[in-house]
Each structure stands twice: as structure tokens, then as C-alpha cells.
């Protein structure tokens, strides 16, 4: 069964403007870590943000926020003032905890393409 | 943040020779490593937690006997492809976590091997 979700293969958006990535999750594991992470064309994977299970608030990093909505099980990434750059491939993946090994796996991924 | 290397980044052999990649944590001691295979467009695919001192531990459907893995120091791991063939043409990245109490837990990840087997 899928454990990570990520319904939008493709997606558009204007430059300056903001963008919401989706991604859905699936555990049973009370503790839990969600990340995001960007693949440009080189192929490097770059850690974007982190929200832990238990975290009250949204996590922040810059123009990254992911809005965690716990009883949604869904972490989507929210990306402010799209830039030229930020065209790429983004991943949610989760960690479970000992259920899961402390394993990390990811999601189908998402391509932003930030138009000029 | 933490720094991984990996090498080569990338590789062409022939069919039924073997590859070494080497996985390196730099700047910090990494006791679990993690290698992952990508195909074209597709996901990161986790092979097998390499642990320092042990077996690495496989997931399921990746035969270990294919993809052997070494983790022989607190900041090398290796992993061999054995008698490649044209299927086994990917890009392998591994990665690695700081210890715990620094960071967030995240991955960081080498650059990443394309291999290409012809």
C-alpha cells in the first residue's frame, strides 16, 4: 500500500507567485517525521523542511512552509514568490519510527515547472 | 549541514562486470546509511540500510546477493554491483543521517551514481 501520496505529477506556476505541492501519508506509527525535498536536473536531493508528528506548528524554512494537518494525515509544501529556480522535482517522504524501521521513504514527486 | 560524497557519479561497463560505489560521510560519523535507486522520472527506492559493523538489511525484492554492501567504517560505505547487466542501469544515491540530537533527522545525500551497463 501506498504510504506516501503525491497526486500532482506536473504543475505550473507563475514566477512570484505561490504554489501548494500536495502530499498525503499513511502510518500507523504515532511518531513520525515528514520532510520535503528538492531534485533539480543534476540529479542532488536538497532538504528542504522537516515537520515532526508531534510538532504543534507548521514548520517554516524561508519562502518553504508545510501545512501539516495531522488528522488529514496530509504535509503539503507550500512554496511563496516561486522563483526561476525552484523549477524542479520535490519530494515528500516520511520516517516512521521503530515500526518502520526509522526507514525514509518517498513519494511519487511532483514536477514544478515556475514560468517566466 | 552534514556533507556525503559519493563516487563515481558516473559509470559505463559492460555486461557482467562489477561496479563499486563508494558512499562517504564527511564531516560527521554515520553509523546507518541508506542506498536508494531512481529510474528515469520515477521515485527514490529504498535497497538496503547499510549498518557499520553488520549485515545491511534489504528490502524486499532487492537481491542482496546483486547489490552487495560494505559498511566497513563509521564514514564509508560501499555498495558493488555484481555481474551488471543492462537492467541494472539506474542512478544509485546513498545517504546518510547525523546522530541523533542533531538535525532533524533528515537525509542527507551523496550526488548520486548513474550507471550505465551495456
Known amino acids: 500500500a501506498q504510504k506516501i501520496t503525491q497526486t500532482q505529477p506536473g504543475m505550473f506556476v507563475q514566477e512570484k507567485e505561490a504554489v501548494t505541492l500536495d502530499c498525503t501519508y499513511d502510518?500507523?506509527?504515532?511518531?513520525?517525521?515528514l520532510f520535503w525535498y528538492k531534485q533539480p536536473s543534476s540529479g542532488e536531493m536538497i532538504f528542504l523542511i522537516y515537520q515532526g508528528s508531534y510538532d504543534q506548528q507548521n514548520a517554516t524554512e524561508g519562502r518553504y512552509s508545510l501545512n501539516f494537518q495531522k488528522a488529514r494525515k496530509s504535509a503539503n509544501l507550500v512554496i511563496s514568490a516561486s522563483q526561476l529556480g525552484d523549477s524542479a522535482m520535490y519530494f515528500c517522504?516520511?520516517?516512521?519510527?521503530?515500526?518502520?524501521?526509522?526507514?525514509?521513504?518517498f513519494g511519487a514527486g511532483t514536477r514544478l515547472f515556475v514560468k517566466a | 549541514g552534514a556533507v556525503v560524497s559519493q563516487h563515481p557519479s558516473r559509470v559505463i561497463c559492460k555486461s557482467g562486470t562489477s561496479v563499486k560505489i563508494e558512499c562517504r560521510s564527511l564531516?560527521?560519523?554515520?553509523?546507518?546509511m541508506f542506498w536508494y535507486r531512481q529510474f528515469p522520472k520515477q521515485s527514490l527506492m529504498l535497497m538496503a540500510t547499510?549498518?557499520?559493523?553488520?549485515?545491511?538489511?534489504?528490502e524486499q525484492g532487492v537481491e542482496k546477493d546483486k547489490f552487495l554492501i560494505n559498511h566497513a567504517s563509521l564514514t564509508l560505505s560501499t555498495l558493488t554491483v555484481t555481474s551488471a547487466h543492462p537492467e541494472d542501469s539506474s542512478f544509485y544515491i546513498c545517504?546518510?543521517?547525523?546522530?541523533?540530537?542533531?538535525?532533524?533527522?533528515?537525509?542527507?545525500f551523496g550526488e548520486g551514481s548513474r550507471l550505465t551497463v551495456l
Open positions: 545517504s546518510a543521517r547525523t546522530p541523533p540530537g542533531s538535525g532533524a533527522g533528515e537525509l542527507f
Open positions: 547499510s549498518n557499520e559493523g553488520s549485515k545491511a538489511t534489504y
Open positions: 502510518t500507523s506509527d504515532p511518531s513520525y517525521g
Open positions: 517522504a516520511m520516517r516512521e519510527g521503530i515500526a518502520g524501521g526509522f526507514k525514509t521513504i
Open positions: 564531516d560527521f560519523q554515520a553509523t546507518t
